[in-house]
């Protein structure tokens, strides 16, 4: 029952269509169109030849019959041999000389081969290159006024060929006919064909949009990616510098002095208790730059001061005590914050080591902690050198260049940085206070 529907026989008609004309994969649209053209050249021939043959122009059906057979000709070597360059000049050629030979025959100026012949012209404008069509535009402007003068001033040569009134009238009225369909059909055609490569065009121009939005992504995406490996390898090393290098100085201390028992134990002790913390440091470094370097992931959870810094502080405490310097801590361990230990404690590391790195040996160190309002204050004040005003705007940013302590100690420029990006990351503050020659304070502010 489907089969019988309009729907279904449009379809099965495109489809035929299609099939003779050839399809966009291989032909341009000026074949196409040539192609199109010449299938209903032959359909208006066809019923042409029969036509002219009733009302008594038999030479005129003759032709039409030649016409025909031409066209057919001219179909089959550009559809299905491919010599398409070569059927066009034939084919405007021919389609000139027998419109003139018609206008010769079928009455002048009388009959319909004017009309005939400006559907042919706009024909031709439709299959040939641009750079072709000037020259058939004067060719065939040439052939209609010479066909023109020599009726006016020769009269007899071509000779009035109709019988009747009733003759010219259906010969005219045919050939207009034919005339309005192959424009309308022509025209559409290719509306139809610019609305479709238009909307062709407008998809795959956002095609390649869509393709260069998501190539510029991947690119971000490994520039992300591999700017998170730089911080990640700057933080190992600006972290386990220091605590390695109190571990050298401990085993130099053994080796090259003449300890008693007494006085090995203690540095001994004191170097079990680094190593320790420092390879417990280190291990949390590695699990944590594992999980980073997809992106920087923020595991937030309710912790205590005491479980997120202790060990750090403990740490930062030997290291200070080797450059003579006094670490102290005042803090409400049993404050419970909202953080990503591992983030908080590289954060306060970097700060504690800044601290110790920028005071000279005998200074002191005081880290606080207490509850303000909804936030966790974190503070390190430290003796130190202190920060100038001008470059205290900069101190969170890469403009910010790396200077060398109070012994000589050398950092990586990084570690203010990734302190605020990471501070920021858990919903934190971070701001700093200082003044030349007196000290400086580093305030942390974190979700309770």
Not at 44 to 52: D, E, Q, T
Not at 139 to 150: C, E, R, S
Request: with cysteine.
């Amino acid at each position: 029952m489907y089969k019988n529907t309009p729907l279904h026989l449009l379809s099965h008609i495109n489809r035929l269509w299609l099939k003779l004309t050839g399809s966009m994969a291989e032909f341009p649209l000026e074949v196409r169109i040539f192609h199109s053209l010449c299938i209903l050249v032959i359909i208006a021939l066809a019923y042409n030849v029969p036509f002219n043959y009733a009302i008594g122009l038999p030479l005129v059906s003759l032709i039409s019959l030649v016409t025909l057979t031409i066209f057919s000709f001219l179909y089959y070597r550009s559809r299905y041999q491919g010599k398409i360059k070569s059927t066009m000049v034939v084919f405007t050629i021919v389609g000139n000389l027998l419109f003139l030979v018609n206008f010769i025959i079928n009455s002048g100026t009388q009959g319909p081969t004017a009309l005939l012949m400006g559907l042919c012209m706009f024909l031709i404008f439709c299959v040939v290159p641009k750079s072709q069509q000037r020259f058939w535009m004067l060719l065939n402007i040439a052939i209609v006024l010479t066909g023109t003068w020599v009726e006016y001033y020769y009269p007899k040569l071509i000779p009035n060929t109709y019988k009747s009134r009733e003759d010219r009238y259906w010969d005219i009225s045919s050939a207009y006919l034919v005339v309005v369909v192959v424009l309308y059909y022509t025209i559409n055609y290719l509306r139809r064909n610019y609305d479709y490569e238009r909307r062709s065009a407008s998809i795959k121009a956002q095609s390649i949009e869509e393709k260069n939005i998501q190539i510029i992504a991947q690119n971000q995406e490994l520039e992300r990616i591999n700017t998170e490996k730089n911080k990640l390898m700057s933080i190992i090393a600006h972290d386990l510098r220091s605590p390695l290098s109190n571990i050298q100085n401990y085993l130099e201390l053994v080796t090259e002095y003449g300890l008693d028992t007494q006085e090995r134990r203690m540095v001994e002790s004191d170097l079990l208790k680094v190593t320790r913390r420092t390879i417990d440091m280190l291990g949390k470094l590695l699990v944590w730059s594992k999980a980073q370097m997809d992106g920087v992931n923020v595991k937030l959870s309710y912790i205590s001061l005491k479980d997120a810094l202790f060990n750090t502080l403990e740490l930062e405490k030997s290291i200070a005590l080797k450059k003579d310097i006094i670490l102290t801590a005042q803090l409400d361990w049993d404050i419970r914050i909202i953080a990503d230990a591992d983030m908080l404690q590289l954060v306060i590391r970097n700060l504690l080591s800044n601290a110790i790195k920028f005071t000279a040996k005998g200074g002191e160190i005081s880290m606080k902690a207490e509850r303000a309002g909804n936030e966790c204050r974190i503070s390190i004040t430290d003796n130190g050198v202190g920060i100038s005003p001008k470059k205290l705007p900069e101190l969170f940013s890469l403009r910010v260049s790396s200077t060398f302590g109070t012994d000589n100690e050398k950092g990586v420029g990084l570690g203010l940085l990734l302190c605020k990006e990471f501070t920021e990351l858990q919903g934190g503050r971070i701001w700093a206070e200082s003044e030349p020659m007196v000290g400086t304070t580093f305030f942390v502010a974190i979700p309770v």
